[in-house]
DNA sequence: CTGTTAGCGCATTCAT
DNA sequence: ATGAATGCGCTAACAG
């Protein structure tokens, strides 16, 4: 006879209409505070949980946000997930995750699919087209991370300024003659690196060598080492950390050392970055902290009311300056 | 005026009734291939899509399941729930996430918050009380992954395999005495493994040097370092990959070469170990199938009917011989 | 095989 | 400030 309790069983114990315990959740002030008081005690003594599904029901909203990532097994997104996820508990939502292992199809459908469900989207490193990406933000408030589309909303990285401190920092270290190994072309953020990478080296009037595109893992980061070679360089920008991270071990292999002889630098500052052995330098972007304020962001995007939300955030990047990066062989004596 | 299209817009559309539209999606073998056809061609024109709020609604159920991880930003997890989402999205159910952060308290709040928007849960590497889990599964079907506690589904490693894998490997590259370094005694796997340990190394007859207690982190291996160049052994077993790198990492800062000085043997084989230099031997633990088979086991508790699912699984663990374990320095040469 | 009726639990008019 | 009535979209009996 018990079932889950209802906002009638409530009412009942409370001795006031179902009406007004509904009221006392939604706009306390609207209810008398001493009755009030007697339907908090009832709701609290009888453990009354709101029913969601009803709420839905008849207000159209979930309590869940999604989440959706191209992979979960790359180093880069939890973090991301995680920060997402922690700010929504925060804010009272629920999180739906989506891993759409890099599947672009799957992913146009899986976030089709998942949009019906929640009450607003943060998508991380999305790879479906401008174009879709602005349809879906017609439907549904929509935070991007790591990918900039017009009109869109989107926590994104400084990746010009990561990528000009690694270029000042090879610089000042002596490397003129600078490789740049990069990630798939389908990939915003390998594209926006890339381009980047090739506008500061030529303003510092150092010499990039395009290494080529690879694989962003760690066996993609090793099949660039013989490129790598062949190229006569003193330094080696990489795409990201675990391309840098096989590349360096595979360099080792064929009997380089580095950083004594190539310079190699990452980009992410995964955790393990700090773990190997040496150290990776690297750029350390906000993975965290970036997945909070997409949700934060999204949240302010789903009021019903509320201010204009600020605009969307670029989050600082920096140079970690670890053991892969030393001065160049051939660079004359310091102080030059 | 159009709004989302409801089943009553479909039945208009293909002159029938909404019950029958109901039924054309929930038991299409009830109702006539000709009507089907009708209905299934207006809804599909319609792009009908029903109301999961309508439905949840009615029959109690949501479609979702819930995960619960002590720490994302643990390379353990990830793949774990990797392998529970996916298999979900193919059963048709989506996937709450939730991290609790390693907050013991959070996750009794947490779990019992999301238990309430969802049609099942998989804990990983709960830390919950057992009595709790044993409460938790009277409201909800549930499965444990890497916990186990009588009465509660779950999906469990062949911990002691993969310790007796290690015992005798290092057994057979003449190492005598051995260190073991715990994890955290709150640890329920932690503690699995350690007395594993025990048996194994006193079933073999070796000597079993306890190094003590570390937080499961890179520095937490490290930490272990100082006793473990105390205690006079050849090789160490560590509680986990994150710890046995951090480990490697220090004796290497000590001046100690690993493996020539000592051996080290991680456990769960991580992406990085592969990565690391040396490349880290340990125990392979098929996380990501562990993730999936958790999900279809969960699947046949929830089904209303079926008939008894098969018995929860215990995956078998595999010793993985890499760069970071030789034979004994002090041993006898081959042969003896 | 199909339609009719009823109601899941709740938020929201509109009265009072 | 509170209550009675209505319906969100759908499924589950029961008739026909």
Chains 1, 2 share one sequence.
Do not use: W
Not at 214 to 231: I, T
Request: proline share 7%.
């Amino acid at each position: 006879m018990s079932g889950p309790v209802t906002i009638r069983d409530v009412a009942r114990a409370a001795e006031v209409s179902p009406a007004t315990v509904s009221r006392t959740f939604l706009r306390p002030e609207k209810v008398d505070p001493a009755t009030r008081e007697r339907i908090l005690d009832a709701a609290a003594r009888l453990d009354y949980r709101p029913n969601r599904a009803a709420q839905s029901l008849i207000t159209g909203l979930t309590g869940n946000i999604g989440i959706v990532v191209p992979d979960l097994a790359n180093p880069f997104f939890p973090s991301v997930v995680k920060g997402i996820q922690g700010r929504a508990e925060e804010l009272g939502y629920s999180a739906l995750l989506v891993d759409t292992d890099e599947d672009l199809k799957r992913e146009s459908e899986l976030v089709a699919a998942l949009s019906r469900q929640v009450d607003g989207l943060v998508l991380c490193s999305a790879r479906m087209a401008d174009e879709d990406l602005v349809a879906l933000r017609e439907q549904r408030p929509l935070v991007l991370i790591n990918r900039q589309v017009p009109g869109v909303a989107a926590v994104t990285f400084d990746n010009e300024g990561g990528i000009a401190q690694e270029v000042v920092h090879l610089k000042a270290l002596g490397h003129r003659r600078i490789g740049y190994v990069a990630g798939p072309s389908t990939s915003y953020s390998s594209r926006v690196r890339q381009a980047a990478a090739t506008a500061e080296l030529a303003r510092e009037g150092l010499v990039e060598v395009p290494i080529g595109s690879f694989a962003p893992s760690f066996d993609g980061g090793r099949s660039a080492a013989e490129k790598v070679l062949l190229a006569d360089v003193t330094a080696v920008m990489v795409y990201n950390d675990v391309m840098a991270l096989g590349l360096v071990n595979q360099l080792t292999r064929y009997g380089i050392s580095v950083p004594n002889d190539i310079s190699v630098v990452g980009y992410d500052d995964i955790e393990f970055a700090s773990m190997s052995n040496p150290p990776l330098t690297t750029v350390r972007i906000p993975r965290e902290h970036a997945g909070a304020l997409a949700m934060s962001y999204l949240h302010a995007l789903m009021g019903s009311s509320g201010p204009a939300p600020e605009p969307p955030a670029r989050l600082p990047t920096k140079l970690v300056f670890r053991g892969t990066s030393v001065r160049a062989p051939s660079a004359p004596p310091a102080g030059d």
